[in-house]
């Protein structure tokens, strides 16, 4: 309890606390929001892809002086472009086309950063620093989460027909592939938004775990949107006092939080119901002699 008070009055004292604890709930939220129709279109590992792909654009945008923004998003819409266009002109399967050009933009942005002696620390790219968030930082995740809402809110329709049922979605006259292409690119502005948080290495972690928690609890779409932006705003807050308090760093102590919550539900959750089962094991019968 000490710790949480000493926690709470560095919240009202520290301005960067402040920053830090109202950027980490809204790329939580965000991150929950967008992660559920990733894996519903069983698309993580393309989540994972754009994560890392948007590094080379992120050593460009220093290189030149322009807005990471601009730079991850050309380098993230580029990645997905590549993926489709090698998985639909060849005989080679998604996944295979999503290793090759991840790993090799991941490398790109190694290279890139490594010319850009960017004052950034590379650490911090990988692995984020919620700490040091600046107010320009703050205004993009704000604005990147307005963004995700109106984008969720004008396409859920579209949006939920082709996450359950392409097929269908093409033959009522949906135009999936453009909307395949726009949920990539708002992927890719949570990814870069996140960056500051986690880091490009574990932002599939936060697009990923919170969403896929809350699909263990609920089968409408609609509570799992709630569940899954609850889960990560949870996670970005408990993580960030943990952070705070045992002087952990904040990327990794936000994703084990949410790990955590990930653990509770597959154990308890009703739709999983692990230990349910469990314990309803049939006990074997006893032979008769």
């Known amino acids: 309890m000490t710790s949480i008070s000493m926690f709470i009055a560095a919240l009202g004292k520290y301005d960067f606390l402040q920053s830090a604890l109202i950027t980490a709930i809204m790329v939580g939220v965000m991150s929950g929001l967008i992660g559920c129709f990733i894996i519903l279109r069983g698309m ?3 989540g994972d892809a754009i994560s890392h792909a948007v ?9 030149f002086g322009l807005n990471v923004l601009i730079g991850a998003s050309v380098f993230g819409v580029l990645a997905a472009g590549l993926i489709g266009l090698v998985a639909t002109h060849s005989k080679i399967k998604t996944d295979t086309s999503i290793g090759i050009v991840f790993s090799a933009f991941y490398a790109l942005g190694f290279i890139l950063i490594s010319m850009a002696e960017s004052a950034t620390n590379l650490h911090h790219i990988l692995f984020g620093n919620i700490l040091a968030v600046s107010d320009a930082d703050m205004m993009t995740t704000v604005v990147v989460l ?3 809402i109106v984008f969720i809110v004008f396409f859920y329709k579209e949006l939920l027909i ?3 049922d392409a097929t269908f979605a093409r033959t009522y006259g949906l135009k999936v592939r453009y909307l395949h292409y726009a949920l990539m690119l708002i992927l890719t502005l949570v990814t870069v938004s996140a960056l500051q948080t986690v880091g490009i290495i574990l932002v599939v972690a936060m697009l990923i775990t919170p969403a896929a928690t809350a699909f263990l609890w609920t089968d409408k779409l609609v509570t799992m949107l709630i569940l899954a932006a ?4 949870g996670a970005s807050v408990v993580g960030l006092y943990l952070s705070y308090t045992l002087n952990w760093a904040s990327g990794p102590a936000i994703v084990l939080v949410a790990a ?5 539900s597959f154990i308890f959750s009703p739709k999983q119901a692990l230990l349910p089962r469990l314990w309803r094991q049939p006990k074997p019968r006893r032979s008769v002699a």
């Open 146 to 148: 307005g963004l995700v």
């Open 230 to 233: 609850t889960v990560g705003a």
């Open 44 to 46: 993580s590992m393309m």
């Open 260 to 264: 955590g919550c990930f653990g509770i």
């Open 55 to 63: 590094l080379p654009g992120v050593a460009v945008a220093y290189m």
């Open 162 to 164: 082709t996450s359950f």
